[in-house]
Nanobody, 118 residues
Framework: QVQLVESGGALVQPGGSLKLSCTPS??????????MAWYRQAPGKQREVVAR?????????YSADPVKGRFTISRDNYKNTLYLQMNDLRPEDTAIYYCYAHWIDSYWGQGTQVTVSS
C-alpha cells in the first residue's frame, strides 16, 4: 500500500518560515523516478499546485506565482524525501498542504495543516 506522509505543518506568525517534508512508502518504483509536487487547499477553495519537481526523466522545478521567490521545492533521493521550504509566510498561505507523486500512476498524501496567523 502506497503512503505519502507529510509533516512539518504548524501555526506560524506572518513572516515566519516552515519546512514541510513528505516521505513516501510502498511506491512500486524507486522514488527518484517520480515527479513530485506540493499542492494546497484553503477553506472554500479548490486544490492548487504550489510547486513541482521532476524525477529522473527531467522536468526541473516549477513554483506557482503566489509563492515564487518565497517557497522552494527540493528532494533528497537518498532519503526518499520531498521538501518544501516556505519563507515569508502570509495569512493567504493558510491551507492544508498535500504531497503528490506521479509516474504513470498518481498518489496523494493525507495533508498537513499550515496556519499563518498572528
Amino acid at each position: 500500500q502506497v503512503q505519502l506522509v507529510e509533516s512539518g505543518g504548524a501555526l506560524v506568525q506572518p513572516g515566519g518560515s516552515l519546512k514541510l517534508s513528505c516521505t513516501p512508502s510502498g511506491l512500486p518504483l524507486r522514488f527518484s523516478l517520480y515527479a513530485m509536487a506540493w499542492y494546497r487547499q484553503a477553506p472554500g477553495k479548490q486544490r492548487e499546485v504550489v510547486a513541482r519537481i521532476g524525477g529522473d526523466g527531467g522536468g526541473g522545478t516549477y513554483s506557482a506565482d503566489p509563492v515564487k521567490g518565497r517557497f522552494t521545492i527540493s528532494r533528497d533521493n537518498y532519503k526518499n524525501t520531498l521538501y518544501l521550504q516556505m519563507n515569508d509566510l502570509r495569512p493567504e498561505d493558510t491551507a492544508i498542504y498535500y504531497c503528490y507523486a506521479h509516474w504513470i500512476d498518481s498518489y496523494w498524501g493525507q495533508g498537513t495543516q499550515v496556519t499563518v496567523s498572528s
